[in-house]
């Protein structure tokens, strides 16, 4: 009886000394790696260059959108206004640049020259007048002052000939090169003015600039929308990638090119590879982790984001994605 209690004891005692040092064995081995993180992707907001009214919106929440498609369009009178004043400045414009490269109408050059003739022959009679008068002079017949008031009258109408002359040869030649120039460059300006208006015009019909699904309609209907204000968001799944928060003791497994295994809760615990496709170059001091003392420092995390190796159908941003055993 006594052996059969002493037996029973050294087989508690050893069990119990067993099961003190596989616990020991366990609390010093290295623990298996797990971080969570989360799925993001690429999120657009698309907006107007102008401000205005929201005209139409042409999608809603969860449509597939793709490049080019048209999502909304702005009403604005103002600018339809500006248009309508650009036009008119440059037609106005190329009407006299026509004109200056046309020059003068026939009918003025023709009059121009009919008052030339006009003061030639006026000056042709008064310098037949003036010799007249000048040999009557010479006999004694008038006094000189007739002679002197025809001498002028004939200078006079001289200088009118000259001046008849100028003003019909600037008629024939018609506006001078420097005017010509200042013409045509004031039409290429109006003509520039209309290219503006008709530009901010056209961003009246905002297209999307990228493929993805619509998640969220800021702006609806007839409602304001401020220059650069965001109307419409939607988000890339096709540019998607998982985050994760890495302490600094750990980083050494995760260096750009790395490739991982990782689960996904939502999509029925569904593995995926992923390559890490980026290491923050700072560490992030909103996940600082202080130690235990067993390393004598504190621990910072940095954030990493890895790329999946291929398409995962179904995924959404905000997902949990799950390592283990890394």
């Given amino acids: 009886m006594r052996f059969l209690r002493t037996f029973l004891v050294l087989v508690v005692l050893i069990g119990a000394v067993s099961w003190l040092s596989y616990t020991l064995w366990l609390a010093y081995q290295p623990k298996p790696l797990k971080l969570q993180g989360q799925i993001e992707a690429q999120q657009y907001t698309i907006s107007s260059k102008i401000p205005g009214r929201i005209d139409q919106v042409f999608v809603r929440k969860g449509d597939m959108v793709e490049r080019g498609q048209l999502i909304f369009t702005i009403l604005s009178p103002e600018i339809d206004a500006k248009l309508a004043q650009a036009l008119a400045g440059k037609d106005a414009a190329e009407a006299l640049a026509e004109k200056a490269n046309k020059g003068t109408r026939s009918q003025q050059i023709a009059a121009a020259k009919d008052k030339w003739q006009q003061a030639k022959a006026a000056a042709e009679l008064m310098k037949k007048t003036f010799q007249r008068t000048d040999n009557l002079y010479k006999e004694g017949v008038v006094a000189e002052q007739k002679r002197d008031e025809a001498y002028t009258q004939l200078q006079a109408a001289t200088y009118a000939t000259?001046?008849?002359?100028?003003?019909?040869?600037?008629?024939?030649?018609?506006a001078r090169e420097e005017t010509k120039k200042a013409a045509e460059g004031k039409a290429r300006m109006a003509a520039g003015v209309v290219t503006e208006v008709e530009a901010y015009a056209a961003e009246s019909k905002v297209e999307s600039w990228h493929d993805g699904e619509v998640t969220q309609i800021l702006l609806h209907s007839g409602e304001l929308a401020p220059q650069g204000f965001p109307v419409v968001t939607i988000i890339d799944m096709?540019?998607?990638?998982?985050?994760?928060n890495v302490r600094e003791d750990q980083l050494a497994k995760f260096k750009k090119g790395t490739r991982f295994s990782a689960t996904i809760p939502a999509l029925e615990n569904s593995r995926h590879t992923f390559v890490v496709s980026h290491v923050a170059v700072m560490g992030d001091f909103a996940t600082w982790r202080a130690t235990n003392g067993d390393k004598g420092f504190d621990m910072r995390s940095f954030e990493i984001e890895a790329r999946p190796t291929e398409t995962i159908e179904g995924i959404r941003t905000g997902m949990s994605i799950l390592i283990e055993n890394q």
């Fill in 162 to 174: 000259n001046a008849a002359f100028q003003m019909y040869k600037m008629a024939e030649e018609g």
């Fill in 238 to 244: 096709k540019d998607s990638w998982a985050v994760f």
